[in-house]
């Protein structure tokens, strides 16, 4: 009886194993079965707008503004000085004193109680208002320059406020010694009189300007086995819930402070990556983590 009792026992786990295993090849097959999806690989990038609009090389100098005309006035005796009748500033009328010409009386170097002589100028006069500004351009430059060019000037006195200007004169010869030519910028805007004499200005002399280009920033173009390429945002053909990047060949042109001239093979508002590009490839699906503002088109 005990022994029937063992074996039933036995019968049973037996059963209940062969079950269990069972159960587990089926699931084992069945996953074998079933196909595995794929990953896609999703990269970060930022982006930015491919803008229409004007770009232009320049020659960055810096200069001293000058008064257009300046003569120093002499005295026709030596002595001394006794008494002084003007002061700077003042507006000196051709006639009262010996003056080749009238204007504005900029500097005094004659003082009180000095002896001067014929050689000692005695005031300074500037006639008018016009200004200008002196620079010299290395001798490796001088081929881009030409009469008429525009000028763009900054002062430090007025942040983020450009003045307008040309290039109205040329010097015939170099200085044999710094092998530098002086050139000279005319003034064309001094609104409220806020230039003056003596200041010092940057400028940016304009060599070349191009208008109605298309420009990115450099950074946005890399080199793929000899080739300029830059991506562009698309939308994904398989699932137009998603955007890639799509790979577009083109021709550079001038490089002007980061911004790039594209000749060809991008047309304005097209959308372009400008970081997270070298590991992309034509049709990499792309997460566009940022968005930068599009360049000025001046």
């Not at 999806?37 to 707008?49: G, H, K, P, Y």
């Not at 008018?128 to 009469?147: N, T």
């Not at 390429?229 to 001038?254: E, K, L, Y």
């Amino acid at each position: 009886m005990k022994r029937n009792k063992a074996l039933l026992f036995i019968s049973i786990i037996l059963l209940l194993g062969m079950f269990v295993l069972g159960c587990q090849k089926e699931n084992t097959v069945a996953a074998e079965e079933e196909p595995a999806e794929e990953a896609v690989a999703v990269f970060a990038v930022n982006t930015t707008t491919a803008v229409e609009g004007r770009i232009s090389d320049y020659l960055a100098l810096s200069g001293d503004i000058v008064a257009s005309s300046t003569v120093d006035v002499y005295s026709d005796v030596a002595g001394k000085v006794t008494r002084l009748f003007a002061r700077p500033g003042m507006t000196f009328v051709k006639g009262y004193v010996k003056s080749p010409i009238a204007g504005t009386i900029v500097a005094l170097p004659a003082q009180m109680g000095m002896t001067i002589s014929q050689a000692v100028p005695v005031a300074r006069i500037s006639a008018g208002s016009a200004l200008e500004i002196k620079a010299y351009i290395a001798e490796r430059f001088i081929s881009r320059i030409s009469l008429g060019q525009p000028v763009e000037i900054d002062l430090d006195a007025y942040p983020g406020e450009t003045f307008r200007g040309e290039v109205s004169e040329i010097s015939p010869v170099m200085d044999p010694v710094s092998r530098t030519l002086e050139v000279k910028i005319h003034i064309a805007n001094n609104p409220q009189g806020k230039l003056k004499a003596g200041m010092f200005a940057k400028i940016r002399i304009i060599t070349e300007q191009k208008n109605g280009i298309v420009k990115i920033p450099s950074s946005a173009m890399i080199n793929r086995f000899g080739e300029n390429v830059v991506f562009i945002v698309g939308t994904d053909p398989d699932d137009p819930a998603f955007q890639i990047a799509r790979q577009v060949s083109i021709v550079p042109g001038i490089v002007i402070d980061g911004v790039m001239e594209v000749q060809s093979g991008l047309h304005p508002n097209d959308e372009v990556v400008i970081r997270g590009q070298t590991l992309l490839g034509n049709g990499a699906r792309i997460n566009i983590v940022g968005h930068a503002a599009p360049l000025s088109a001046e």
